[in-house]
């Protein structure tokens, strides 16, 4: 796959969410192999989905920095959207690095997803917006 063209998905899940991400990517599992999409995610998100079967470049854990990598990959125009689902009622040492995050998708006008509500919107209109893409 041409690195260039891919359309680049963040994936990071608090500790008590990561379950909840593999079940959700497990749910586009076969479309997400077929489609020009690369996942990224923070490490212990990455190792939970590599077990799941799927493709994914991991960066570091979200307390070692991965939340800021990811939002690096933002500003440069990388990663075109972040699914992040956060766990709201759970203190998170690295809380600075979620805000940043949040706010460099915002700015950067990327769409961020924390539930799988708004996750399946975002994911379920742009796989259909890559099928558009291939009709002639």
């Known amino acids: 796959m041409d690195h260039a063209h891919q359309y680049e998905i963040a994936l990071v899940a608090h500790d008590g969410k990561k379950p909840e991400m593999v079940r959700f990517i497990m749910q586009y599992h076969h479309l997400l192999k077929r489609k020009n999409i690369r996942l990224i995610a923070t490490g212990n998100t990455g190792r939970y989905i590599k077990e799941s079967g ?3 470049q991991c960066v570091k854990s979200g307390p070692y920095g991965g939340d800021a990598q990811i939002a690096a990959r933002v500003v440069e125009g990388k990663t075109h959207m972040v699914i ?3 766990d709201p ?3 998170h040492p690295h809380e600075p690095d979620i805000f940043m995050l949040m706010r460099l998708c915002d700015v950067h006008d990327v769409p961020l997803a ?3 509500a ?3 919107l975002l994911f379920e209109s742009v796989l259909k917006l890559s099928r558009n893409k291939s009709r002639p």
Do not use: G, I, Q
């Open 54 to 56: 799927l493709e994914v």
């Open 84 to 86: 992040f689902f956060r």
């Open 89 to 91: 009622l759970d203190k």
């Open 114 to 116: 924390t539930n799988p």
């Open 118 to 120: 708004t996750a399946r």
